[in-house]
């Protein structure tokens, strides 16, 4: 639907094109240059996506300037508050969040599915003890394709949603096996009468030396982490999901794709890369030194957790994040990593370089001090994010396969050599 339309003059030529405008139910309004090309002779260039919607979504609207975040329309604040992580799932699944006998079934299927094929709990063992646990993850998600010949039909709706069960489910499962691995303990099978986040725990914790008992505060604090980071829109992996997926190859393939982008430190790897930074400042009085670092052009380091191109405000996911880690730490014991960030922070935040930037903490900035007050080891923190982002992967994957699907394929403005001949070897 054109709601109205922006006309292009090329200053050369004098050529003109008009180009239909659209609105959303919220948000900026965009320019659809389909036709551009075609009737102007022009494509446009846009690295990096910054003013370049790619597709159209109904799952996650952020509104950078105001700070807000909102799954299906309802704010992030709320559903952290009163939903649990596998009611977010239903909602960013299915559109709507589940009555209470759609939440009992949905519960039933992603603790039903948890198991993993025995085979593929062998591929660990072909994997060095120092592998990173995201380097397993990719590897053993992509893999699954191998092992589920029954959902891989991308136009079957029932497939599609059993897939989507079957990622969600066995995440967890993956990343507790990828831990023990690294830390050379037995497998531990999954337990059904756990929640999501309990058996998470059980996983990764439990031997069979001993009893184990989830304890409900870490068993919460996961659970709450894993809604904030459920769905953020276009993010580079989600958009890796919906590229790689748009060739039609199958989702476990494409949410390995997405899981291998969330690795980098500008994405999901930033939460380990802050704990590592915090190590590296080490103390209050040595802040300074690493602020005017991250200030200095010819210094490649910056202030992980900082940052964000959507937004230009708080981030509302940190917000709730940094009231969560002085809960937990009042329970697991005091960090100083906790007391040095929230200095940084401080004098970040009145420092005229990352004022005029906009530059804030983000949701990566305190979820490390949390996840390590929960026992859970620095390699492992991008991991947690990966089983807490898959949802939001899946589900875009399945919005868009549901929908009018087209390959991506990006242009190009080409600045490479025009046309030579091939000179023979003894003259090159
Ligand atoms: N430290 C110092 N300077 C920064 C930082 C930072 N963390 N972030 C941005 N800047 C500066 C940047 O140098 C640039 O300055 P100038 O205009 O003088 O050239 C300006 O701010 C704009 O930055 P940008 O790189 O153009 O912004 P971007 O939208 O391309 O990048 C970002 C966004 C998140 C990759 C970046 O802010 C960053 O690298 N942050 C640190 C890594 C991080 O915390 N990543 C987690 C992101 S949130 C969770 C997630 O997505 O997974």
């Known amino acids: 639907m054109a709601d109205s339309s922006v006309t292009i003059t090329h200053d050369g030529t004098g050529k003109s094109v008009q180009l239909p405008t659209r ?25 990096g996506f910054v003013a370049t919607a790619s ?17 299906r329309g309802y704010p992030i604040e709320q559903l952290a508050e009163q939903c649990d992580y596998l009611e977010v799932c239903y909602l960013l699944l299915n559109g709507e969040l589940p009555n209470g006998d759609q939440k009992s079934e949905f519960d039933h299927i ?69 831990y023990k ?46 809604t904030l980071h459920a769905d953020h829109e276009q993010n580079a992996s989600t958009s890796t999901v919906r590229l790689a997926g748009s060739s039609g190859t199958n989702p476990f393939g494409a949410i390995a794709a997405g899981t291998a982008c969330l690795w980098g430190p500008a994405h999901g790897g930033a939460n380990e890369a ?49 009231k969560i880690a002085h809960e937990v730490l009042a329970t697991y014991g005091n960090d100083p990593r906790m007391e040095l960030a929230m200095k940084l922070e401080e004098i970040a935040l009145v420092d005229e370089y990352f004022v005029e930037r906009s530059l804030y903490p983000n949701v990566d900035f305190y979820s490390g001090i949390i996840y390590r007050a929960l026992g ?9 994010f990966a089983i807490g982002r898959s949802v939001g992967w899946i589900s875009h994957w399945q919005e868009m396969v549901s929908g009018k699907m087209r390959i ?21």
């Open 110 to 178: 992603i603790r039903t599915h948890t198991m993993i094929h025995e085979s593929l709990r062998g591929f660990f063992d072909g994997f060095h003890y120092d592998a990173h646990p995201m380097a397993m993850m990719t590897g053993v998600i992509g893999s699954l394709s191998a092992f589920y010949h029954d959902s891989l039909d991308i136009n079957d709706p029932g497939q599609r949603m059993i897939t989507a069960q079957r990622i969600i489910a066995k995440l967890p499962t993956i990343a507790a096996a990828a």
């Open 23 to 47: 609105e959303g139910t919220a948000g900026t309004p965009v320019i659809d240059i389909g036709s551009l090309n075609k009737s102007f002779g022009h494509f446009t260039l846009d690295p």
């Open 408 to 428: 991506g394929r990006p242009r190009q403005l080409y600045t490479g050599e025009v046309q030579r001949d091939v000179p023979a070897i003894k003259k090159r």
């Open 181 to 226: 691995h690294s830390v050379g303990q037995p497998f531990m099978y999954p337990r059904n009468d756990l929640s999501y986040t309990g058996n998470l725990l059980h996983m990764m914790y439990a031997v069979p030396a001993a009893d184990y008992e989830v304890d409900p505060i870490a068993e919460k604090a996961l659970d709450v982490l894993f």
């Open 376 to 384: 859970i080891p620095l390699e492992m923190l991008t991991v947690m």
């Open 55 to 71: 597709c159209e979504s109904k799952i996650t609207y952020l509104d950078g300037s105001a700070g807000l975040l909102q799954y």
């Open 274 to 322: 802050v704990l590592r930074m915090l190590d590296e400042i080490g103390d209050v009085s040595r802040i300074d030194k690493y602020i005017a670092k991250a200030k200095d052009k010819n210094d490649s380091f910056r202030l992980m957790g900082f940052g964000h191109r959507v937004y230009k405000n708080f981030d509302p996911r940190a917000r709730i994040i940094k």
